[in-house]
Structures are given as C-alpha cells and as structure tokens.
C-alpha cells in the first residue's frame, strides 16, 4: 500500500538504532503445528524498541503480540530469525538468564503469602541477603503506593492493588524491560484510567524499557512512547500515537485506531502545489493532498476522521452536500451521521458548547467541508 508515508513496512526493523536498541527482533516468524495444520503466528517481523522507552504492540486478538511478547521473555523459541539484546542475539537463552521480567494479566500472585513476601520472591530466589531485601521492597511498594500493605494477603486487595503487587514484584530485581501482557484489562473502566496515569508514572520514574501488550486503542494512545499496530502476524505501522492517529498508513490502522471515514475516490487531477482533486464514487469532487506517481484515474481511499469533518449550512461554495439521517449526542460531543447527494455518507463528530443542545436536527441539509491537509489518501 502507498501513501504519504508515516512509519509502515517490513524487512528491516523499524525504530531506534542498534546503539538506542534496548531490544531488537529482526526477521522472525512463529510457526506453531496443530491438527489442522500449520499457523504462521508471526510473519518475518521486525522491529527496534529503544531503551527507556514505553512501547506498545496494539492489535485485534490473534494477531501475535503476545506471541511475540513471549519470544522475548524467552517462553517460547522463533521459527526463524533472531532477537538481540544490545547487539547480541539472546533467543538461545532461558527466560531467567534474560534482564526481563513479566507481568500477566492474572497477575499471579502467591495467594499464601504476604505483599511484601510476594514482592521480595524474586530477590529472596536469588540469594540476596536480608537486608538488602527488605530495603529493595519497601523501595518498591512506595514506588507503587503500597506502603503500609506488606503484612497484606492478596486476597485482602483489590485488583488495582493486585495489579499493584504485581508490578512491584517484577521491578524488583531491577530488570532492563518490563514486559506487560494486557494488565489491566481485567480491571474496571475507571480504575483502568487510573492505572494507565500510574504506569506511565512509574515507567517513567524507573527509566525502565516497557513493553506493553493490549487491544485497547485508547489505552496504547494514552500511554505510549511508540506504538506497533500489528494484524494477521505482521506490523503494519510503528509511530507515536499522533503519528498512529493522524496519519495512518494502511486502511486497517486508519480502521482500528479511532473512528475513520473511508470514501472511494479516483484521481482527477492535480490542482497545482501539493494538493489534487478526487472524484467520488458518487460524482462529487474533494480536493485532498497529492500523491507522487498516481496516475490520473487511479483508485484511492480517502480516510477522514470525523472530528476533521465540519459542517456549514447547505449551498456553501466548493462543500460536498448532504442531509442529516441521524444524530448522536455523547455529552461532550455530537457525532452526525450524514447521507451525501447522490450515495455514500459519513460521520461528523462535533464539540458541544458548555450547556448546549445539539445545533442541528435529523433530515436537515447540510454542507460538508473538509480541510484538504486532514485527509489521508490509502492506496491498496
């Protein structure tokens, strides 16, 4: 797929440099047998995650980020290809000769023991002497705003504390990277929200490479440093949420980030600078940006999200024209489903002002106008 691009494509890993790198995974695929045949989990991925960095693999379930999460702890070996730590290729090494930790979204705790025996497990299992223990604990509870909890038995916490334990647990030893394999979904809307404020806190206390794993959008755009979209085994997109958010590289991460318009359109042409006019599916014509090298009457998608989209009243100049089929209010904002002359539609999602009711009804024309630059133009 073509486009102004923002971060897309395979073969050589996408990100930091080797001397950055705190992780690198560089052409690995995951072949798993089952009594239907095989499953290509991962297909030639490649992709560096810098040190210090909150870096989150986003996609539907099946698409592979948990396998690949567990290549690099070490639970399982890839098919082909290689992970490197710092330059050095690590897939030969078990889970616990490797400076990462992980935290699951059961968060397995030992239910028989304390906080604070829970916390220290990993530093007592590595022979570290009391002292230094118990000192390295209570430095990890405050750090997760659990002092006063030690003597605490997991049963006697909530899930955010849990997934509190949990956390101060795996930071405990000191590891490199932090890997998290959809933490808080089991957590309720709000304590979730709160919880996504504290882990970007604490990864950035710490200066610990995190690695996060979730199917949430809105949470990998809340949290991360950069984001990988994958599907079906591969990454499609690796960017800062903005970048993920606004410039979408492929149709499906257009799709799965947000809420996105999609209208089919042709090139018609070029309207001098760096802008070009499409003709849409139903006649209409829309200026959007230029793409180098389409050839006049070349198919295109033109992804708009529908906070880009305004909405005038009908008759204004050089506006697509519509009628209002629906309208939604949300209380912050109003999103107005709109049917444009001669077929298709699309969303406009609108800011409501401090008390006010929704400006526009159901069956009212109206004209859409959209500014050129917030158009993503997706070619398959």
């Given at each position: 797929m073509a486009q102004a691009?923002?971060?897309?494509?395979?073969?050589?890993?996408?990100?930091?440099?080797?001397?950055?790198?705190?992780?690198?995974?560089?052409?690995?695929?995951?072949?798993?047998?089952?009594?239907?045949?095989?499953?290509?989990?991962?297909?030639?991925?490649?992709?560096?995650?810098?040190?210090?960095?909150?870096?989150?693999?986003?996609?539907?379930?099946?698409?592979?980020?948990?396998?690949?999460?567990?290549?690099?702890?070490?639970?399982?070996?890839?098919?082909?290809?290689?992970?490197?730590?710092?330059?050095?290729?690590?897939?030969?090494?078990?889970?616990?000769?490797?400076?990462?930790?992980?935290?699951?979204?059961?968060?397995?705790?030992?239910?028989?023991?304390s906080v604070a025996e829970n916390v220290g497990f990993g530093l007592e299992m590595k022979g570290r002497p009391r002292r230094e223990r118990d000192a390295r604990v209570q430095a990890m509870l405050a750090l997760v705003?659990?002092?006063?909890?030690?003597?605490?038995?997991?049963?006697?916490?909530?899930?955010?504390?849990?997934?509190?334990v949990a956390l101060a647990r795996a930071l405990a030893s000191e590891p490199e990277m932090l890997l998290l394999d959809e933490p808080l979904s089991a957590l309720d809307m709000r304590l979730r929200k709160d919880m996504q404020i504290e882990l970007k806190r604490i990864q950035r206390e710490t200066g610990i490479t995190f690695v996060f794993v979730t199917h949430d959008q809105a949470e990998a755009l809340t949290m991360s440093d950069r984001i990988a979209v994958m599907s079906a085994g591969k990454i499609l997109q690796v960017g800062s949420p903005r970048e993920i958010y606004d410039h979408p590289a492929r149709r499906f991460v257009a799709d799965f980030i947000g809420e996105t318009n999609f209208?089919?359109?042709?090139?018609?042409?070029?309207e001098g600078g760096r802008d070009a006019t499409y003709q849409l599916a139903n006649g209409a014509r829309l200026v959007a940006p230029a793409l180098d090298g389409l050839p006049p009457g070349a198919p295109v998608t033109l992804a708009v999200r529908p906070e880009r989209v305004e909405l005038g009243d009908a008759g204004a100049p050089g506006a697509l024209a519509g009628e209002i089929q629906?309208?939604?209010?949300?209380?912050?904002?109003?999103?107005?489903?709109?049917?444009l002359r001669g077929g298709?539609?699309?969303?406009?999602?609108?800011?409501?002002?401090?008390?006010?009711?929704?400006?526009?009804?159901?069956?009212?024309?109206?004209?859409?106008?959209?500014?050129?630059?917030t158009i993503q133009i997706l070619v398959e």
């Open positions: 691009n923002h971060g897309a494509g395979g073969g050589a890993a996408q990100g930091a440099t080797d001397s950055q790198s705190a992780i690198e995974v560089r052409g690995v695929s995951m072949v798993f047998g089952t009594p239907a045949g095989e499953v290509r989990a991962l297909d030639d991925v490649s992709v560096s995650i810098a040190r210090n960095e909150f870096f989150t693999l986003l996609g539907p379930s099946g698409c592979g980020k948990t396998t690949l999460l567990r290549l690099i702890a070490g639970f399982e070996q890839p098919t082909s290809g290689h992970i490197l730590l710092h330059g050095a290729p690590i897939e030969h090494l078990p889970p616990h000769r490797r400076p990462v930790n992980t935290v699951f979204q059961s968060y397995a705790l030992f239910p028989h023991m705003q659990l002092s006063g909890f030690e003597g605490r038995r997991p049963s006697q916490l909530s899930g955010g504390q849990q997934q509190r209208l089919e359109a042709r090139l018609s042409g070029r629906e309208v939604v209010y949300s209380g912050v904002d109003t999103t107005y489903h709109v049917a298709g539609g699309l969303r406009a999602r609108v800011q409501n002002r401090t008390g006010g009711a929704p400006s526009r009804e159901a069956g009212a024309p109206v004209a859409v106008l959209i500014e050129p630059s």
